[in-house]
């Protein structure tokens, strides 16, 4: 019987899935849990739209529908990374996480709220639709901001249930290896946005390169798709 559960220990090691939904259940306050990674997953997908609706503006002019939903898009997606990073916030507080942690999701909070000014300025017909020139940017450096200390804070108090000896996929790992693609995603983002920010407004645009720019559509789309 010893051999069996040395055997059943290194199967679970190999394939770290198994068994995740037992796993699942030692997770404090899941369901809190579950509800904000479907509102960031839907938040990343209303993301990608925006961009995809961006590049159609940009390729072919105002006119299409698709195009002219962009600042909807925005909205929808702002919104709800504004409310997902508040129930983050209320979630670590309820855990008891560190308070290195908490400070990485309240930058990130920080950060939904810029968001929310571009759109909101777009609809308002700033910038004939575009929005205030700065509010994207200052609101992905800080999310930006807000997972580097938050893999700081993985780095310095991994969490519970993280083992560095086991691999990246492990159930325990999974928050960590996350929080790492999350900042790949906004480094991506970061450099998309430096690109094609039309600085102070300037018209014609003090862009660096034009939305259209495979290094800005690359950001945009791979770093959307990666919050997923």
Known sequence: M???????????QRLPFEGRDVQSQGV????????????????????????????????????????????????????????????????????????MGVSGARLKLLAALFFNIQPMTGVAGINNGAGVWWSNLVGILLFHLGNLVSCLDFFLHPPPGSDKSHSWLAHGNLPITGMWIYQVATWLLVLG????????AESPTAQWVPTTHWLVVTGQYAGSLLLL
């Open 2 to 12: 010893a051999t069996v559960g040395v055997n059943d220990a290194s199967l679970e």
């Open 193 to 200: 946005n430096l690109l094609a920010c039309n600085w102070w």
């Open 28 to 99: 404090p306050h899941r369901e809190q849990q579950v509800l904000i990674s479907w509102v960031f997953i839907f938040a990343s997908g209303s993301l990608f739209l925006d961009f995809a609706s961006l590049q159609q503006l940009s390729q072919h002019g105002p006119g299409g529908t698709f195009a002219g939903l962009c600042n909807w898009f925005g909205t929808v997606s702002c919104l709800l990374w504004l409310l997902g990073f508040v129930i983050l916030v209320h979630w670590l507080r309820r855990v008891g996480a560190t308070a």
